[in-house]
């Protein structure tokens, strides 16, 4: 079996593609919690670090158990057309 140039660069095209569509609701609830706190403290004035990024991390482990079974299915899918696109 040999996989041309263009089937190699389609593969790891699609590999991205899928990494993009599976870390985006991440990073935008990432994006949006950091720009609420920016705001909180700009308005208030409280300038400590840790209220950065205590938030953005919990808000974004939260995000990752409540999509992890649409994460799980995108994975499951791409790798079993992997499979059958190897045989």
Do not use: C
Request: proline share 3%; no cysteine; charged share 10%.
């Amino acid at each position: 079996m040999s996989i041309d140039l263009d089937g190699a660069t389609e593969l790891v095209r699609q590999t991205l593609v899928l990494a993009l569509i599976v870390s985006a609701p991440m990073l935008v609830i990432g994006l949006v919690v950091g720009v609420v706190v920016s705001l909180l403290q700009a308005v208030t004035q409280i300038q400590e670090q840790t209220l950065t990024f205590v938030p953005k991390i919990v808000a974004m482990m939260a995000a990752a158990i409540l999509l992890m079974p649409w994460i799980g299915h995108r994975v499951i899918e791409y790798a079993a057309s992997m499979f059958s696109f190897a045989n």
